[in-house]
């Protein structure tokens, strides 16, 4: 499938395009392709979905700030994100990808924020390129397969319903659910790159995220929803 890297900036909330030549883009965009293709939901028995996989467009939109520090550039948020809903509604729209190269599954890149940064091309050198890049995709990707199975009945109109904070418990319900399967899925040299489940100060939702985490059955799209809405209000 088709994968286009484009480096950018992030000014004022908007991602424009800049004249940045990526070390390794050619690497990495091999690892995005290899990452859904090779992707273990796939082989999954009893998984069957409704897209070709191979014909998917991917557009991956890579932040390489190297001066001032982005509102993106922080620990308390994700530094990956994928965007499908159009392609679910349209399969000849794009699936876009945003990466972050500063931070990684949520913490951020050495030298802390606090630090000098360092510059965009150190950090492609040595997380762009590598075990980071492939780990965090085959999360990304986890979402995006598992909105085109039909047996999981992903439905963007009920996630239309959801309010902002009620999106984000779904979200943290349905991380769980893709990095426990992974981690039971991946092959060996792959798991070491699914991280741990992540602590929360809220207990009632992290009872319920290591419930799902431990949970060995499947999950829907709507149960995921249900048990978001099941959390008492923080």
Request: net charge negative.
């Amino acid at each position: 499938m088709p994968v286009t890297i484009t480096p950018v900036r992030c000014e004022e909330g908007r991602r424009k395009p800049v004249d940045f030549v990526l070390p390794e883009s050619d690497r990495a965009r091999r690892i995005a392709q290899r990452a859904i293709s090779e992707h273990v939901f796939l082989a999954c028995e009893g998984y069957e979905f409704s897209r070709d996989v191979s014909a998917i467009d991917i557009s991956m939109a890579v932040a390489v700030e190297d001066g001032e520090r982005s509102r993106e550039y922080s620990g308390a948020r994700l530094g990956a994100e994928i965007r499908y809903d159009p392609f679910i509604e349209d399969p000849e729209r794009m699936v876009e990808l945003f990466l972050h190269l500063r931070c990684y599954m949520g913490e951020p890149v050495e030298p802390r924020p606090e630090g000098p940064i360092p510059p965009a091309e150190q950090v492609a050198g040595g997380i762009f390129d590598g075990a980071g890049l492939a780990r965090t995709l085959w999360h990304e990707y986890g979402h995006l397969l598992d909105a085109i199975r039909p047996a999981f009945r992903y439905s963007i109109e009920v996630k239309r319903r959801l309010s902002v904070y009620e999106r984000a418990l779904v979200n943290e319900l349905w991380n769980a659910y893709i990095d426990r399967r992974l981690a039971r899925l991946a092959p060996e040299p792959d798991r070491r790159h699914i991280g741990p489940l992540p602590s929360h100060s809220r207990p009632s939702l992290e009872m319920m995220l290591r419930g799902i985490w431990a949970d060995g059955r499947e999950w829907t799209y709507r149960e995921i929803v249900q048990a978001a809405l099941d959390i008492p209000p923080r």
